[in-house]
């Protein structure tokens, strides 16, 4: 702006290479990653979670948050934090799976997180085989959200496919880690909103 505003000083138009174009749209989507880190999800399910969470960095750029949850909620990434995600992922590396599943509230906390993004599509991204301690509530939380998508254990779906069911939520059983970006992929595909 300031190249500009001194070509018109001079009495002068200003040359193309004194042009800066910036972009302010609005982005399309923001991802919110809900990653369970109860007693039963740890090992070879938390690295499917750093997948994820590169996943969601590469797809929402922009707008992206990772919560985890065992018997409380923690933001490992706000939506308004700048963090690498390489950052992010290393950090889900060093999880270790405990404790119960406060579902509900980290479901909450989710959609706390995507009210702050500007995008139109909000999606929360949910790695859990949703066995909670407050299965009503986390129904209701669930219901809540804009989208839901759930990436269950293949070995552990009973709860999953009951939570999706009830709540509106697209789902798929994970057997590896390297289904994650496929899974993606299509559920991200079905674009509800």
Do not use: Y
């Amino acid at each position: 702006m300031d190249r500009v505003l001194s070509a018109r000083a001079e009495g002068r138009s200003a040359r193309l290479d004194e042009l800066l174009v910036s972009d302010w749209s609005k982005p399309e989507l923001a991802l919110c990653l809900v990653i369970d880190r109860s007693g039963s999800m740890n090992g070879a399910r938390l690295t499917t979670a750093a997948v994820a969470a590169a996943a969601c960095a590469s797809l929402a750029p922009r707008e992206n948050a990772v919560i985890t949850f065992a018997a409380r909620v923690d933001v490992l990434k706000s939506m308004t934090e700048r963090r690498s995600a390489s950052e992010t992922v290393a950090s889900i590396l060093s999880l270790r799976g405990h404790g119960t599943t406060s579902l509900a509230a980290a479901l909450e906390q989710a959609r706390s997180q995507l009210t702050k993004a500007g995008a139109r599509r909000k999606v929360t991204l949910l790695l859990s085989d949703c066995r909670a301690t407050e299965e009503f509530e986390a129904t209701a939380a669930a219901s809540n959200l804009q989208e839901l998508i759930i990436l269950a254990p293949s070995d552990d779906v009973e709860a999953a496919e009951q939570l999706a069911r009830v709540s509106g939520a697209a789902w798929a059983a994970v057997e590896s880690v390297l289904d994650v970006p496929r899974l993606l992929n299509r559920l991200m595909a079905d674009d509800r909103v």
